[in-house]
């Protein structure tokens, strides 16, 4: 029997442990839910993310959380074929989906793909001219030693981007939109996958700091120019910052 996570009660490594089991479980319907459940809009979010982070032709890249590789895939574009990209998650399973999709896109052998922890980035200091991380921030069992981890392997003038879910402010859409979050869509998650990791992700969210205080940790790691936009009406925020 599976049983959601308490995001208010549980952290540690109970809470790393159950997420990378999570998305174990979940990895072969993940692409199909993502789509289905964000009406393919997932897309579009990564895309701005990823002009976001300002890469050019020959630069090299860390996607941080990368799950299935769809934000490592999208970052090739802009690195090109001198360029690299490296994509890093801790769960197994969804990594071999990613290497599956990077090797079917045409022109994309720059893409590596690690087994990793965000929290301990197996990656020199001073690597890359932009760490990206989607959806995966709200994830770690601690936000702060997360960013500090980006800092250190970012190149100086490098930019870290933060792609995630958040809440909604105006009404009335943030009504709207947490009826769907919380009633609908664990329905529609149980349906096609497992009904306790799409009731894992609206509490994440509930417990995931607001835009503010998302900045200010970035801000007390060292990143400097720290801002952030909403997408979609406040569904999803973008937080950039750069290494001095």
Same mark, same amino acid.
């Given at each position: 029997m599976s049983i959601a996570l308490d995001e208010s009660k549980v952290i540690g490594e109970?809470?790393? &442990?159950?997420?990378?089991?999570?998305?174990? $479980? *979940?990895? /072969?319907? #993940?692409? !199909? =839910?993502?789509s289905l459940l &964000? !009406? $393919? *809009?997932?897309?579009y979010w990564?895309?701005?993310?990823?002009?976001?982070?300002? =890469?050019?032709?020959? %630069?090299?890249? !860390? @996607?941080?959380?990368?799950?299935?590789? @769809?934000?490592?895939?999208?970052?090739?574009? @802009?690195v090109g074929t001198s360029g690299t990209v490296i994509g890093v998650d801790f769960c197994e399973p969804m990594l071999r989906l990613g290497w599956s999709k990077a090797r079917k896109r045409s022109g994309q052998r720059q893409i590596t793909l690690v087994l990793g922890d965000a929290l301990q980035l197996p990656f020199a200091s001073g690597s890359f001219q932009a760490v990206t991380v989607a959806f995966g921030i709200r994830n770690v069992v601690d936000i702060r030693k997360a960013f500090a981890e980006m800092w250190r392997v970012l190149k100086?003038?490098?930019?870290?981007?933060?792609?995630?879910? +958040?809440?909604?402010?105006?009404? /009335?859409?943030?009504?709207?939109?947490?009826? #769907?979050?919380?009633?609908?869509?664990?329905? *529609?998650?149980?349906?096609? +996958?497992?009904? %306790?990791? #799409?009731?894992? =992700? /609206?509490? &994440?969210?509930?417990?995931?700091?607001? $835009?503010?205080? =998302?900045?200010?940790?970035?801000?007390?790691?060292g990143f400097t120019a720290v801002t952030w936009r909403e997408l979609t009406m406040g569904i999803v925020c973008i937080h950039s910052g750069v290494k001095p």
């Open positions: 109970q809470k790393r &442990s159950y997420v990378r089991d999570m998305f174990a $479980r *979940i990895a /072969p319907r #993940y692409d !199909l =839910l993502n &964000s !009406l $393919r *809009i997932h897309h990564r895309n701005v993310a990823a002009r976001e982070a300002n =890469l050019q032709q020959g %630069d090299t890249a !860390l @996607d941080v959380c990368t799950g299935t590789a @769809d934000l490592a895939v999208r970052l090739a574009r @802009d100086p003038g490098g930019r870290v981007v933060c792609l995630e879910f +958040s809440r909604p402010r105006r009404q /009335p859409f943030r009504a709207i939109y947490h009826f #769907y979050f919380h009633r609908l869509l664990p329905g *529609i998650g149980g349906l096609f +996958s497992h009904r %306790d990791a #799409y009731t894992y =992700l /609206p509490t &994440s969210v509930q417990y995931f700091p607001e $835009r503010e205080q =998302l900045a200010h940790i970035m801000r007390e790691v």
